[in-house]
Every structure is written in C-alpha cells, then in structure tokens.
C-alpha cells in the first residue's frame, strides 16, 4: 500500500494565482487533514473532514477551500495565493476521529 | 490554551551516546501523548503513542517515552543512537473535542548525530 500520497512534490507560484494540492490515501480512512509547517512551528490544521462530503475549518482556514468528493482524495485549493501562504503543506489521514494520524510526505510551496 | 513545549531546538550526540528529548504539555486532563519523527524531505513518522494505561511506552526503532502526569512530561528516550537517527522529533498531544483528535504539535527538536 502506497499510504498517503500528495501531488505535486513542490510548486512556486506568483501572487495571485491559484493551484490545486491533492491527498489520496488508499488506506480507506475516513478522517482526512491537512497541515502546514511553517518554521520554528509545529505543524498547524488548516482543514479537516470526517468523511466523504463533508469538510470544516481548522485553526488556520483563511485563504484556504477544501473539498472531499471522493473518500479517498482530499484537495486543498488555494484561490489567490500570497507570500505569507510560503509554507509545507502536509496531508494526514486516519481512520476514526481518535485513531492515530498517518501522513504524506508533504507539498513544499513557494508564493512569490 | 493547551500547548506543546519541546525545549530543546538543536541537539547534538555522538553516535551510541544515550538520547533524551523533552516534552511537556499544557492540557486540564491525561491528553493523547504522541511522538513523531520526520527525516529529511519526508513525512512525518509516528514513533509511538500513549493513550493510557502503562507509562512507559515502546515505540519503533528502540525509541520509548515515559508518561509523568505531576510534571506533565512525555519525554522521548533512546539508549543508544545510530547515525540515521539524525532527523526532527515532534511531540504532539491529541485532544479529542468536536469528533475527532485535534494534534497540537511542539516545534520541534533538531537531532543531530555526531559519528
């Protein structure tokens, strides 16, 4: 099994433009998150979602959307990118609420 | 608020030494208490987890931690360290509120690994 699996590996973007990160994990979880890390921090939610259709906000949303029309893929979409959006982006999945989080390698961004 | 705090930014050790990394939380109950590692370019990798029950927890290559509720520590262990342990640790405590295991994650210790 491959896991947690993200695309792309990295991407640099201009100010303003918009891009799409994907999480598919073949684990048939049905809890998905995904998590920037930003230096000297520890890694922070951004979005979450409880199953297939549904998603909500984490403690850092803004600028952000997110949508899970599949059980296994969570996309994470970014509609105008800003500089202070520079981060690692990091997609996890587990399979209740309380189960242990299992992670992708990570989207390093950059936003020019 | 609860918080994770990991002390320690930069460790150096000498490969074989003895390792320690702390941990300590801020959190009203007994939180879910996790550990992760994450090398280079990689994910993040769960070391090993206490829900409850034994203290002392065993996790994956050699690693253990040891739960202390009156210092509200979950610090990290390892006898004898090898040069592909060189990597960043996180501590992480799990709060279930709202459906689900909100992580709050420290920021994280350096290791690095001196032969």
């Known amino acids: 099994n491959a896991g947690v699996t993200q695309t792309p590996k990295f991407r640099v973007l201009k100010t303003g433009q918009s891009m799409t990160l994907l999480c598919a994990q073949d684990m048939n979880h049905e809890y998905m998150y995904w998590y920037r890390q930003d230096p000297g921090m520890g890694l922070r939610l951004i979005h979450y979602s409880v199953g297939e259709g549904t998603t909500a906000k984490g403690e850092v949303p803004d600028g952000y959307n997110v949508s899970r029309l599949k059980k296994q893929n969570f996309l994470l979409g970014l509609e105008s990118a800003a500089p202070s959006q520079t981060s690692v982006y990091f997609c996890?999945?587990?399979?209740?609420?309380?189960?242990?989080?299992?992670f992708g390698p990570g989207t390093r961004l950059t936003v020019l | 608020a609860q918080s994770v705090t990991q002390p320690d930014i930069h460790i150096t050790v000498s490969e074989g030494a003895s390792l320690e990394l702390r941990c300590n939380y801020s959190y009203g109950a007994t939180p879910y208490l996790f550990w992760y590692v994450q090398s280079p370019g990689q994910g993040l990798q769960l070391l090993l987890k206490y829900f409850s029950g034994d203290t002392l927890v065993q996790g994956i290559k050699g690693f253990e931690a040891e739960f202390k509720r009156s210092q509200s520590s979950f610090n990290l262990r390892k006898p004898s360290v090898h040069w592909s342990d060189a990597a960043e640790y996180f501590c992480?405590?799990?709060?279930?509120?709202?459906?689900?295991?909100?992580?709050?994650f420290g920021a994280g210790t350096r290791l690095a690994v001196h032969p």
């Open positions: 996890a999945s587990s399979q209740s609420g309380s189960d242990t989080q299992y």
């Open positions: 992480a405590v799990g709060l279930f509120s709202g459906g689900y295991n909100k992580l709050i």
